[in-house]
Structures are given as C-alpha cells and as structure tokens.
C-alpha cells in the first residue's frame, strides 16, 4: 500500500517561498510520475508540476518560472519549491503518485 504525506504549507506573504514536501512509503517514487495538485474549494483539482521517473518535469503555465518540482531517491520524497508566491496560489496542495493521494497541505499567500 502506497502512502503519502505532505507537509510544508503555510502562510506566507506575497512574494515569499515555501517548499513542499510529499514523503512516499511501499513504492520506490523514482519509478512512476509525481504530480502536485492543487485545489481551492469550489473548483476543481488544478495539475501544478510532475516529475516522470526518468527525472523530466513539467509545470502549469500558471506556475512556470516560480515553481521547481524535485525528487530525493535516497528518501523516496518529492519536493515542491514555490517562489515568488501569488495570492492565487492560495489553495490546498496535494501529492499524488500510483494513484494514491496524500492528505493535503494548506498553502495561503497573503497580500
């Protein structure tokens, strides 16, 4: 059974960085794709970056330039860096690997 858990979220004003992370167990992440989705209540789930097992990655346009996704082998953990952080990223995050989910961190950015 595949397990995820995400920590990092915040509050944060505008302009400032935080880094997620999603910590996997009973799967080797490097050998599937990680995606960070992100959601606002009311709307639906947005796809904010993935990293493939062979180490590419794409982002949302929303996101590129302020956003880098990235992978720890050696602790089976996929990072989410955020700068440069809008208002509209406001949302909670989630990881998602072997179609399993974490649990979601809340990220606010204040103006």
């Known amino acids: 059974q595949v397990q995820l858990v995400e920590s990092g979220g915040g509050l944060v004003q505008a302009g400032g960085s935080l880094r997620l992370s999603c910590a996997v167990s009973?799967?080797?992440?490097?050998?599937?794709?990680t995606n960070w989705y992100r959601q606002i209540p009311g709307k639906q789930r947005e796809l904010v970056a993935t990293?493939?097992?062979?180490?590419?990655?794409n982002y949302a346009n929303s996101v590129k330039g302020r956003f880098t996704i990235s992978r720890d082998n050696a602790k089976n953990t996929v990072y989410l860096q955020m700068n440069s952080l809008k208002p509209e990223d406001t949302a909670v995050y989630y990881c998602?690997?072997?179609?399993?989910w974490g649990q979601g961190t809340q990220v606010t950015v204040s103006s």
């Open positions: 990293i493939f097992s062979g180490g590419s990655t």
């Open positions: 009973g799967r080797i992440v490097s050998l599937s794709h």
């Open positions: 998602n690997t072997y179609t399993s």
